[in-house]
């Protein structure tokens, strides 16, 4: 008689809600072993039986097969003494104590699904509620934790009998899926005119009429409502863009597959990487360059060589693309800079001025989640907005956290992280909190975290600026140990743990603005960092910001303070033969008399504003609409065949400091020679490239250190990071780069938690 054994085994990672039990169920009873399987608070966990050799086959396949949105972090097995059971059986939940289970993040409809979907003889043939375990919402439904139907918005929906069979049949691809519905007994669409009117006719059918007719529409998706236009149809794009009072920002596109999107987009040198993140199964927006014979109204995306594309990630947006019949126009439900509605009533309120008729259903959105936005980079993957479709899955980091951590993240982009053992939760996109809406989503998303993961922070890591009201909101908690932490620092240690590295490096910090420990404002920053300190190595040479918040709503004022400190600048304060000067006449000799005496007007190292003053004296833009939008067009301006750069100088130091207004000058010579403003916004950025390249090179000789990490805002500009990094390489530089986390301040939090996560190794924080 063969000798049989017997092993007790726990899976953790994301194994609930993911169809783990039945598979499982499935793969012990295909190789003949007995025992059982079940949920608890930690994961998964099972006892089989049988000969050796099936017990083997079954643990080599529990990792290699495991179900698709299963993520497995650790398998333990142990021998325990066989008990001679006789069959396989899924074991009731163990009780809920402390959980450190995951939640995955919602993901989109599966293959199975979308055959279902398209079959006639199915009883979920064009139901746009479609799901399974392996698709579907999850993480925007999930009200509590354990994730189970009670404690999801799918609560008020009771499985009707076919639908009961399958969840409880642990054979079928529905069994314990929350979600699992029908037209018989799950949500449904209905649509409404703006005054909250059910209007006739099949909803589905006639949205999609509405779209092709040129209306604007409001569209409840997974993580918030959309706007809806045809993407063709100039008119209803306008009127869109007219009525969200959104003047330039782009509007992402939803085309139906891979080929409609390739009508619209060059996939570039990098076709795999797009279309793999294209169909990933977060399906972000994708960044791609345009066509040129793309059909698209000019006004998605005015004055932009990107188009951001997605494809469809829930059945809904399937059958509606499908009866729209060409790509829509699908960006945030919301009146200019609000967050995205995702409450019905709300919607209705906020965008009854906007939409001329509403697409709902009856399945409530319990967290707003904004669309992913990333792009490619040199084949990989490079999250621009980490939110639906990733969050709320952790990044798993190289040292474990020696007690719980929240970061509260900076004040634009915001996101907070909190963290414990090894792993990091950071947010879905929370938004810039400038207003109570987005404060409120920043508080209540806190809670909501906390009580998913478990997690109560005894470490509360926050940016320094005193007036951010995420710092204001840590200085607040009580009976926690507080972590401050240096913008820029946090920038680089995030771009370290995106790596999975500790450092030390040399940290190249690009940005906006940041609060510097020195009184005044950073931005342009080489740190000698690892994840528990840093030293500024160097810097842009500091200049005023005429008018503090105004220069960064006006690029013009960057001008003028810039050229007003350089004493050999042709544009100096002598001259009045430049544009940016004449088209600012009436305020110019105030905004630098501002910047002289230092009236309001604080000294910035800022990358950014060296950005504006640039695009500002090349007549790109002298006041923005949304931040950034200088930078944007100045890098959509640069004709990518000018390899030239403008020099700059370095004043030694330490810390050195590198002369941004040098490249200034390169510009304002050449606009005088009549050089074409394409090939001078080229030569800004290689001359930034140069002296990024040139500051590292620096570094490196006072501090031996040969790798560099890149972070900051500044590093979405793509033109700039290639440059930057083919010089870096080229010296012999080993190049750490943003991947899974955004290099803008949605990264901020991740790189507070992990800074404060080391300090506390080191026991800083206790007494
Ligand atoms: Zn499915
Ligand atoms: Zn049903």
């Known amino acids: 008689m063969t000798q049989l054994i017997r092993m007790a085994i726990r899976a953790e990672g994301i194994v609930q809600g993911v169809g783990f039990r039945p598979f499982v169920y499935t793969l012990a009873t295909g190789l003949g072993l007995t ?105 925007t439904i999930i009200r509590d934790v354990p994730y189970d139907r009670p404690l999801t918005t799918m609560a008020d929906f009771e499985m009707c009998g076919p639908c009961a069979a399958e969840y409880h049949d642990p054979a079928d691809r529905r069994f314990h899926a929350q979600p699992t519905c029908c037209p018989a007994c799950g949500p449904r669409l209905r649509l409404l005119d703006p005054a909250g009117n059910v209007l006739p006719g099949p909803p589905l059918a006639r949205t999609a009429e509405l779209l092709r007719e040129g209306q604007v529409l409001a569209v409840k998706g997974l993580g918030g409502y959309h706007l809806a236009a045809d993407a063709a149809c100039e008119k209803a794009v306008a009127a869109l863009r007219a009525r969200k009072h959104r003047e330039d920002k782009p509007f992402a596109v939803m085309a139906a597959d891979l080929a409609a999107a390739r009508r619209l987009c060059e996939f570039d040198d990098d076709d795999d990487a797009a279309a793999a993140l294209l169909t990933s199964k977060g399906r972000p927006i994708v960044l791609l360059t345009r066509r040129p014979d793309a059909d698209v109204a000019a006004s998605t995306a005015p004055g932009n060589r990107s188009l951001g594309i997605m494809l469809p990630y829930t059945p809904l947006h399937h059958l509606l693309l499908q009866a729209v019949g060409r790509p829509i126009v699908l960006t945030s439900g919301n009146v200019s800079d609000e967050p995205i509605l995702f409450r019905d009533d709300d919607a209705l309120a906020g965008l009854g001025g906007i939409a001329d008729a509403f697409c709902v259903h009856d399945r409530a959105i319990h967290v707003r989640t904004d669309d992913s936005v990333t792009r490619v980079f040199g084949g990989r993957p490079m999250l621009i907005r980490r939110s639906r479709g990733y969050v709320p899955e952790p990044l798993s980091v190289a040292s474990t956290f020696p007690r719980p951590v929240l970061a509260c993240g900076a004040e634009l982009k915001n996101t907070f992280c909190l963290a414990r053992d090894r792993h990091a939760f950071i947010s879905h996109h929370i938004g810039d909190l400038e207003n109570a809406e987005t404060l409120r989503s920043f508080t209540e998303g806190i809670e909501h975290f906390r009580r998913l993961f478990d997690i109560d922070p005894q470490v509360v890591a926050h940016d320094l600026h005193p007036e951010y009201l995420s710092t204001k909101y840590a200085l607040e908690l009580a009976d926690i140990d507080l972590a401050g932490v240096q913008h820029h620092h946090a920038h680089i240690a995030s771009c370290l743990a995106d790596n999975g590295a500790d450092g030390p490096v040399i940290g190249v910090a690009f940005d906006g603005t940041g609060y510097g420990t020195d009184g005044t404002i950073w931005g342009g920053e080489f740190l000698v960092a690892d994840l528990t300190g840093y030293e500024r190595a160097g810097h842009l040479a500091p200049v005023p910001m005429p008018g503090g918040a105004a220069a960064i709503r006006q690029p013009w004022r960057m001008a003028a303070a810039y050229l007003d400190a350089d004493p050999q600048s042709p544009g100096g ?195």
């Not at 097995?77 to 008990?83: N, S, V």
């Not at 500051?695 to 490196?700: Q, T």
């Open 573 to 767: 304060p002598e001259t009045d033969h430049l544009d940016v000067m004449r088209r600012n006449q009436a305020r110019w000799s105030a905004v630098v008399a501002m910047a002289r005496k230092g009236i309001n007007a604080p000294l910035t190292s800022s990358a950014g504003r060296l950005f504006d003053a640039a695009a500002a004296i090349l007549g790109v833009r002298d006041a923005i609409n949304y931040e950034g939008q200088a930078a944007v067009e100045l890098e959509q301006l640069a004709d990518p065949g000018e390899t030239g750069a403008y020099p700059a100088g370095i004043e030694t130091g330490p810390p050195f400091r590198a002369c941004g207004g040098d490249l200034l000058r390169g510009v304002v010579e050449d606009l005088a020679a009549g050089i074409a403003p394409e090939v001078i916004a080229a030569r800004f950025h290689h001359g930034v490239a140069a002296l990024i390249e040139a500051g590292c090179l620096l570094a490196r000789e006072r501090h031996g250190l040969g790798t560099v990490a890149l972070s900051g805002g500044v590093f979405q500009n793509q033109l700039l990071l290639r440059d930057a990094v083919s010089r870096l390489e080229a010296r012999g530089f080993h190049v750490l780069l943003h991947s899974r986390i955004p290099c803008n301040d949605g990264g901020i939090s991740l790189g507070q938690a992990v800074v404060a996560g080391a300090r506390d190794r080191l026991a800083l924080y206790r007494p």
């Open 35 to 139: 025992g059982h399987v079940g949920n608890d608070a930690d994961g998964v966990f099972a006892e089989i039986e049988g000969p050796a050799a099936a017990v083997s086959k079954f643990l080599l396949a529990l990792e290699r097969d495991a179900p698709p949105l299963a993520r497995i972090e650790q398998v333990t097995a142990t021998a325990i003494t066989p008990r001679g059971s006789r069959s396989f059986t899924i074991a009731a939940s163990g009780p809920v104590g402390r959980t450190s289970t995951l939640v995955s993040a919602d993901t989109a409809t599966c293959a199975d699904c979308l055959r279902e979907l398209a079959d006639p003889a199915d009883r979920r043939f064009g139901y746009p509620f479609i799901n399974c375990t392996n698709c579907g919402p999850r993480f």
